[in-house]
Nanobody, 120 residues
Framework: QVHIMESGGGLVQPGGSLRLDCIAS????????MGWYRQFPGKQRELVALITSGSSPQYADSVKGRFTISRGDARDTILLQMNLLKPEDSAVYYC??????????????WGQGTQVTVSS
């Protein structure tokens, strides 16, 4: 069993900041990637930022220079620092953990999502 817990969403004014935290726990043998995705109403989920083993973080073009993904102090923990927030950043944000099994198969685990609303 793997459990993903997200926290840190909420309401913020344009130009403000929020930090999202994600903690993965449970039977995690080998974590290959963790990232944040977001979903707008009526749209498909899209990548916001991704951090993988041995590679530089990846960002959506729309958040480069404003959002920063990093690893937390605990294992299988990531943070997303969001600065200079815009109303178009309003969405449900999801954390994803990707793991690899000893036989080479990959599995994705998702959190329940946290709402971020940017509005004056």
């Amino acid at each position: 069993q793997v459990h993903i817990m997200e926290s840190g969403g909420g309401l913020v004014q344009p130009g403000g900041s929020l930090r999202l935290d994600c903690i993965a726990s449970g039977s995690i043998l080998y974590s290959t990637a963790m990232g944040w995705y977001r979903q707008f109403p009526g749209k498909q989920r899209e990548l916001v930022a991704l951090i993988t083993s041995g590679s530089s973080p990846q960002y959506a073009d729309s958040v480069k220079g404003r959002f920063t993904i990093s690893r937390g102090d605990a294992r299988d923990t990531i943070l997303l620092q969001m600065n200079l927030l815009k109303p178009e950043d309003s969405a449900v944000y999801y954390c994803k953990l990707q793991t690899r099994s000893p036989t080479g198969g990959f599995t994705d685990y998702w959190g329940q999502g946290t709402q971020v609303t940017v509005s004056s």
